[in-house]
């Protein structure tokens, strides 16, 4: 019984299915476009892709905005089934720009800060440790980060 509860559930073994249908970067960027248009993140563009290197540390940022592209696809479609502003997806990433900073030295205290200022349902969605992951993903990052990190103590975020 159960597992005809399970193939129920799961649509059976029809194998008459047609296979899901393969979207274009441009559809799939336009379908999630479209449904986080009730969230306040309406007109945001992403990145061309998420997929390029550029540089070794501070990776590629296709779109200009100063947040490295690879993690800002990981934001992006993480939070996009999260009721969040357009302002709170602003400020996530800046969060991870004051993690691996192009022209300052992070400092450790400023991020918890900047953390502890994002939205509830952001912080439920990554962790403070899921960012630094996210952003700090290669060892030459990591290496970076550990030698130049500061603790400043101030919390003017």
């Known amino acids: 019984m159960l597992s005809s509860l399970y193939l129920a559930g ?8 047609e296979p899901p249908k393969e979207e274009t970067y441009a559809e799939y960027n ?11 993140i309406s007109g945001y563009e992403l990145p061309v ?11 590629l940022d296709e779109n200009g905005n100063g947040a490295r592209d690879d993690v800002e696809f990981v934001l992006f479609h ?16 800046e969060l991870t720009k004051l ?12 991020i918890e800060c900047k953390y502890n200022t994002l939205s509830e349902p952001i912080k ?20 970076w980060y550990y030698e130049n990190a500061i603790l400043d103590g101030g919390c003017d975020v």
């Open 10 to 17: 799961c649509g059976g073994s029809d194998d008459n299915q």
């Open 30 to 40: 336009q379908r999630l476009s479209d449904k986080i248009d009730g969230f306040g």
């Open 49 to 59: 892709s998420g997929d390029a290197i550029g540089d070794p540390l501070y990776g």
């Open 78 to 93: 993480g939070l996009k089934d999260v009721a969040v502003t357009y302002d709170e997806f602003s400020s996530v990433l």
């Open 99 to 110: 993690i691996l900073p192009q022209n300052s030295i992070p400092d450790v205290t400023k």
């Open 124 to 143: 439920a969605q990554f962790t403070l440790t899921d960012l630094n992951r996210l952003v700090l993903n290669t060892n030459e990052r990591r290496q």
